[in-house]
């Protein structure tokens, strides 16, 4: 604006340089902001690979480095919940999923799905049923990827499984079946646990022995038993 105005009120000011300033801090701004999400889309892989010093290392360079973007400052928030859910430190985890979902989002509104799935699971590690409730409520009707329909099938199992909702997770139990086939070993083993458990309570003994061999091949069910308790009835 002082270039354009500057002549008309008599500001004697050299346009040109005052753009090139202006365009320099720019370019080093917008250099910085691109370190900070190159920092920040790191992070998953470190965390799927069990190394979570260098996660969380390179997560916190990400929130303390400059960006002209807030989406960044939000994806490794997003990211370090991740972490401490897989740090098994649910209650940090649940607290920072719910500073996320309070944020207004704009274009990285799909983190909001991704962070109500961490949020329901964390609260059922808590053993908070009903806020776990409430996050699955306000997932159903969104449109999800195959990743996040897995692991929404997945926790929404284990939520019904400790409120005796027996005959709805035998509802479609064949497509279940085919999407725990999708999921990772150990999720597979799980989901396939939670509905084996439902078969058995319903007295549908040839589902039930049939899913509980799937699960035997997949897992060592005396730590899954130990993860959930409930299931322990499988394996007396």
Same mark, same amino acid.
């Given at each position: 604006?002082?270039?354009?105005?500057?002549?008309?009120?008599?500001l004697?000011?050299?346009?040109?340089?005052?753009?090139?300033?202006?365009g320099v =801090?720019?370019?080093?701004?917008?250099?910085?902001?691109?370190?900070?999400?190159?920092?920040?889309?790191?992070?998953p892989?470190?965390?799927?690979?069990?190394r979570?010093d260098?996660?969380? #290392?390179?997560?916190?360079?990400?929130?303390?480095?400059?960006?002209?973007?807030?989406?960044?400052?939000?994806?490794? $928030?997003?990211?370090?919940? =991740?972490?401490r859910?897989?740090?098994?430190?649910?209650? #940090?985890?649940?607290?920072?999923?719910?500073?996320? $979902?309070?944020?207004?989002?704009?274009?990285?509104?799909?983190?909001?799905?991704?962070?109500?799935?961490?949020?329901?699971?964390?609260?059922?590690?808590?053993?908070?049923?009903?806020?776990?409730? %409430?996050?699955?409520?306000?997932?159903?009707? %969104?449109?999800?990827?195959l990743? #996040?329909?897995?692991?929404?099938?997945?926790?929404?199992? %284990?939520?019904?499984?400790?409120?005796?909702?027996w005959?709805?997770?035998?509802?479609?139990?064949?497509?279940?079946?085919?999407?725990?086939?999708?999921?990772?070993? #150990?999720?597979?083993?799980?989901?396939?646990?939670?509905?084996? $458990?439902?078969?058995?309570?319903?007295?549908?003994?040839?589902?039930?022995?049939?899913l509980?061999?799937?699960?035997?091949?997949?897992t060592?069910?005396?730590?899954?038993?130990?993860?959930?308790?409930?299931?322990?009835?499988?394996?007396?």
């Amino acid at each position: 604006m002082a270039c354009v105005l500057g002549p008309a009120i008599g500001l004697k000011i050299d346009a040109s340089m005052v753009l090139l300033g202006i365009g320099v =801090v720019w370019v080093v701004l917008s250099m910085r902001s691109v370190h900070g999400s190159r920092l920040a889309a790191g992070s998953p892989l470190l965390i799927a690979a069990g190394r979570f010093d260098a996660a969380e #290392e390179q997560i916190d360079g990400a929130l303390r480095a400059f960006s002209l973007s807030k989406k960044v400052k939000l994806l490794s $928030l997003h990211h370090l919940a =991740v972490l401490r859910h897989a740090q098994q430190r649910w209650q #940090e985890s649940a607290m920072l999923c719910r500073v996320l $979902l309070n944020q207004r989002l704009g274009s990285a509104g799909g983190l909001m799905r991704a962070s109500r799935l961490i949020l329901a699971d964390s609260l059922l590690e808590l053993n908070d049923l009903t806020g776990a409730h %409430d996050s699955l409520s306000r997932l159903h009707g %969104d449109r999800m990827s195959l990743a #996040e329909s897995l692991q929404l099938m997945l926790v929404q199992l %284990d939520y019904e499984s400790r409120i005796g909702a027996w005959s709805h997770m035998m509802g479609g139990i064949t497509g279940k079946v085919e999407m725990a086939e999708l999921m990772s070993g #150990e999720a597979a083993a799980r989901a396939q646990a939670f509905l084996a $458990l439902a078969a058995l309570k319903l007295g549908k003994t040839d589902w039930a022995t049939w899913l509980r061999r799937r699960v035997e091949l997949l897992t060592d069910v005396k730590e899954l038993c130990i993860t959930r308790p409930l299931l322990a009835e499988l394996w007396p």
